[in-house]
T-cell receptor, first 116, second 114 residues
Framework: DAGITQSPRYKITETGRQVTLMCHQT?????MFWYRQDLGHGLRLIYY???????DKGEVPDGYVVSRSKTENFPLTLESATRSQTSVYFC???????????????FGPGTRLLVL | AQKITQTQPGMFVQEKEAVTLDCTYD???????LFWYKQPSSGEMIFLIY??????QNATEGRYSLNFQKARKSANLVISASQLGDSAMYFC???????????FGAGTRLFVKA
């Protein structure tokens, strides 16, 4: 049971380069999310997706692009990386349940991105 | 706008003692969910406990309990009989009523002393 995986786990890039972070889940969860974690800010939502081909902006979407052609994959692309995008990125998923604890999100291990 | 506030950047507790981590929230929704997650030094996010806004009883999961005071808009996490392995960052989070968007507090780092 692989659960939710992210790749790469660590990435160093330069400003201006395009970077894609991958997220894959094996649970067939409908909802998927991308967060960034910065010191003092907790986790902030970048984008989320309710199903394949349905995505929506979160709290901090600028500079990021997402797609979801398949239920199990939710890649996050930094079109032109900036130093302010140095962060730890978490992908998460959640099943389509209407109530209570069913809306718990399950997180991937994270990707540490350094933009030089 | 929704907001989660964790006022304790760091907390110390003696092993085997109980500790309370504070969380207050702000929302105009009547229906919402509150979560606590643990992030150990290894970095992963681990779900601990959930409380629904209409749940009449406080949630409990093993050594974790959530002290939910709706009128005060607080959702404090209580860890009983602290263990060294409880040393970690703890995040309080709230899900909105309309969908699955979740906001997180800044976190509290807990140190358990032997």
């Amino acid at each position: 049971d692989a659960g939710i995986t992210q790749s790469p786990r660590y990435k160093i890039t330069e400003t201006g380069r395009q970077v894609t972070l991958m997220c894959h889940q094996t649970w067939s969860h409908s909802y998927m999310f991308w967060y960034r974690q910065d010191l003092g800010h907790g986790l902030r939502l970048i984008y989320y997706s309710a199903a394949a081909d349905i995505t929506d902006k979160g709290e901090v979407p600028d500079g990021y692009v997402v797609s979801r052609s398949k239920t199990e994959n939710f890649p996050l692309t930094l079109e032109s990386a900036t130093r302010s995008q140095t962060s730890v990125y978490f992908c998460a998923s959640s099943p389509r349940r209407s109530k209570g604890q069913g809306k718990t999100q399950y997180f991937g291990p994270g990707t540490r991105l350094l933009v030089l | 706008a929704q907001k989660i506030t964790q006022t304790q950047p760091g907390m110390f507790v003696q092993e085997k003692e109980a500790v309370t981590l504070d969380c207050t929230y702000d929302t105009s929704d009547q229906s919402y969910g509150l979560f606590w997650y643990k992030q150990p030094s290894s970095g992963e996010m681990i779900f601990l406990i959930y409380q629904g806004s209409y749940d009449e009883q406080n949630a409990t999961e093993g050594r974790y309990s959530l002290n939910f005071q709706k009128a005060r808009k607080s959702a404090n996490l209580v860890i009983s009989a602290s263990q060294l392995g409880d040393s970690a960052m703890y995040f309080c989070a709230m899900r909105d009523t309309g969908g699955f968007k979740t906001i997180f507090g800044a976190g509290t780092r807990l140190f358990v002393k032997a």
